[in-house]
């Protein structure tokens, strides 16, 4: 017999041979058996008490909609800016920096991050709702800010690597030179940091982003002021996000 099912039995029998009452007896059972509910039930329970929502169900059901409408537009509107002539800012940072290949570094904070993030939303749908929206609120924003500002790709550019990524953009051997102000690598794993909650993943959150926002730099792939104002502007899109996911 498993090693809990011994332990669950025994409290029930010091429950049932003392003197506490029924209701006593009946929330350590309750408690006890919310304990070990395996992973799968407790997902289940999670998932199962928000979706009851309708508040939750209507504006989740919308999100997915209107993010999958974002992911198609993504390579036509890159395709359409990759062909437009853009002007070159005068950047002293980046022409300080060298200009190195970090797509393997680069791919591993990213994806790790986003492993760790839809681990937690896993358990916290409210935050993966709220992510959701942040993200096609954010998208849109950089549609609207590289439409309006057209950048030319920095001098020394590295193609950066990342086979994922590149599926959105039109195939996991396409790379956009041209999308630029503002850093969507940065901003991303900026927007996973404000929505994160325990302590030690915003921490880590954060450290990725000053370490995407490096390295996107060191590949010569983004200006400076395209790192630079990709917090402030994750932050703003974060809180108008905050009004569509609250039900």
């Not at 003392?18 to 395996?38: D, K, S, V, W």
């Not at 993966?128 to 609120?137: G, R």
């Not at 792939?221 to 104002?229: F, G, K, N, P, Q």
Request: aromatic share 18%; hydrophobic share 50%.
């Amino acid at each position: 017999m498993p090693l809990w099912k011994l332990l669950f039995a025994g409290i029930i029998k010091h429950l049932t041979t003392t003197n506490q009452n029924r209701r006593q007896e009946l929330g350590a059972i309750f408690y006890f058996c919310q304990m070990h509910l395996p992973e799968e039930k407790k997902l289940q329970t999670v998932w199962s008490e928000n979706w009851q929502n309708p508040g939750f169900r209507k504006r989740f059901q919308w999100g997915l909609l209107v993010w999958i409408l974002v992911l198609i537009a993504f390579p036509f509107f890159f395709s359409y800016i990759e062909q437009r002539v853009g002007w070159t800012p005068n950047d002293w940072l980046l022409d300080q920096l060298p200009s190195m290949d970090t797509s393997i570094p680069c791919f591993l904070v990213i994806w790790g991050m986003f492993a760790l993030f839809f681990y937690r939303a896993l358990y916290q749908p409210k935050m993966l709702l709220l992510f959701l929206w942040s993200f096609i609120i954010l998208s849109l924003m950089r549609f609207c800010s590289i439409y309006l500002l057209p950048l030319e790709a920095p001098a020394n550019l590295i193609p950066l690597r990342d086979p994922i990524s590149n599926l959105f953009y039109g195939g996991k051997d396409a790379f956009i030179t041209k999308d630029l102000f503002f850093s969507g690598h940065t901003s991303t794993q900026f927007l996973m940091y404000l929505c994160l909650q325990k302590r030690t993943d915003k921490i880590l959150a954060l450290l990725a982003t000053f370490a995407v926002g490096t390295m996107v730099l060191l590949q010569h792939v983004h200006y400076s002021m395209d790192v630079l104002a990709a917090p402030p502007l994750t932050y703003l899109v974060y809180l108008i996000a905050k009004k569509f996911a609250k039900y």
